[in-house]
């Protein structure tokens, strides 16, 4: 059983249309546990309204992201999940997203497996992982070196954001949860993917399950798109809401 953890400040138009693409899915081997952070937009009562299948915890709206997030893991622990991921409110999910991460996840149990990004205009893939080069302090993105016929399965990646990542289980048990204390709203989902990493948890991208995101809708995209190894001191640590 995967649980599906869904971090929310406002955007509820994002967040209804998120949630739709879940009750198409193929493979409904999933539950979905949103968490608030002190919406303004009346989210909550909606979600509760219009989705009762989806868990919903609400914070005292100072968490931000990892903080969040760290509360729907903690939550998804307690319960009989094999598997926790983490997304963003402001993706879609192919209809076959979650049947595509279980079929890898049943061949690569202790993997973290991400997602594969298409934008959700062109459908073109804009995110596929990347590689850290630490000899000239570079984040080599892998999709440009791909033929489109090399696009699918999995590709090993040194990260991986927190949009759409499948997190084993023991995982969690092992390497903890995300750093909320150093990285309260961006970046920690990079640190912790490379702490599993490290750990001797393997990490790829999977292609075969793709997500459609809104980049203008993400709030760290410039800080992504500008990222560098000298640059990130000045932005882990940052909180404004995306």
Known sequence: MIYIIIPIFNRLALTRQCLDSFRQQSDANFKIVVVDDGSTDGSVATIRAEYPEVVVLQTSGD?????????????????PASHVMTLNNDTIAARDFIEKMCFWAEKEP???????????????????????????????????????????????????PGRGLLIPRQVLEKVGLFDEVHFPHYYADFDFTLRAAKAGFPVYCNFDAVIYTYPEASGDRQNRQKKSLQSLPTSLWHKGRG
């Open 63 to 79: 968490l931000f992201w990892t903080g969040t997030t760290n509360l729907g893991i903690a939550y998804a622990l307690k319960e």
């Open 110 to 160: 202790q993997a973290l497996l991400g997602a594969m990004a298409k934008d959700h205009q062109s459908l073109q893939p804009i995110f596929g992982g990347e590689i850290i080069d630490w000899r000239w302090n570079q984040f080599k993105p892998i999709l440009p070196g791909l033929a489109p016929k090399s696009q699918k399965g999995l590709h090993k990646v040194s990260h991986f």
